[in-house]
T-cell receptor, first 111, second 119 residues
Framework: GEDVEQSLFLSVREGDSSVINCTYT??????LYWYKQEPGAGLQLLTY?????DMKQDQRLTVLLNKKDKHLSLRIADTQTGDSAIYFC???????????FGKGTKLSVKP | GAVVSQHPSRVICKSGTSVKIECRSL??????MFWYRQFPKQSLMLMAT?????????EQGVEKDKFLINHASLTLSTLTVTSAHPEDSSFYIC???????????????FGPGTRLTVL
């Protein structure tokens, strides 16, 4: 079945780059997403990428997609303390067109 | 991006009562809305999918008589937790699928979530 895997924790220093990795299993997924969740809050869509793209950049965020390896990554340049949150990778693949989420990567940014 | 609201943001109730949670898409029409449940430090689990004007489709293991979903209009879906018990305590998040104008891609936008605590 469909499955999305992420590492659970990442710790970086302020100003460094953060790279959050994700693997998925459904090769027919057309869209892949990154969401950010701050404590006690809902999910904020950060960015998404079409499956026919290799890279997408949006300000400090860069998404890389390796479709052959079913690997997705999110790079945050110049990471700030305000970037501390849980980041969820998701693929659109459910029978209802719903999103399948990874368990989330908790990003901690140290000053 | 599009805005989805949820109400209430937090509710505490006694065991046996029913709780209604509203999900609204504020600036777009959502033909499909999704209801997710999130346990502490865990990912989101899809509970059900609702399409405007039709019955909701529930995921395996989710009791449809326990979690009543009504999608009465293109901007409103409600989830009612009937006869709530402490094990129903959780963070409930809705999302609405709308059209991303710039990319012409339908994207899911999430509400801020509702924290339900059943005593």
């Amino acid at each position: 079945g469909e499955d999305v895997e992420q590492s659970l924790f990442l710790s970086v220093r302020e100003g460094d780059s953060s790279v959050i990795n994700c693997t998925y299993t459904d090769s027919s997924s057309t869209y892949l997403y990154w969401y950010k969740q701050e404590p006690g809050a809902g999910l904020q869509l950060l960015t998404y990428i079409f499956s026919n793209m290799d890279m997408k950049q949006d300000q400090r965020l860069t998404v890389l997609l390796n479709k052959k390896d079913k690997h997705l990554s999110l790079r945050i340049a110049d990471t700030q303390t305000g970037d501390s949150a849980i980041y969820f990778c998701a693929e659109r693949g459910g029978s209802q067109g719903n999103l399948i989420f990874g368990k989330g990567t908790k990003l901690s940014v140290k000053p | 991006g599009a805005v989805v609201s949820q109400h209430p943001s937090r509710v505490i109730c006694k065991s046996g009562t029913s709780v209604k949670i509203e999900c609204r898409s504020l600036d777009f029409q959502a033909t499909t809305m999704f209801w997710y449940r999130q346990f502490p430090k865990q990912s989101l689990m899809l509970m059900a999918t609702s399409n405007e004007g039709s019955k909701a489709t529930y995921e395996q293991g989710v009791e449809k008589d326990k979690f009543l979903i009504n999608h009465a209009s293109l901007t409103l879906s409600t989830l009612t937790v009937t006869s709530a018990h402490p094990e129903d305590s959780s963070f409930y998040i809705c999302s609405a699928r709308g059209l991303e104008r710039e990319g012409r891609t339908d994207t899911q936008y999430f509400g801020p979530g509702t924290r339900l605590t059943v005593l």
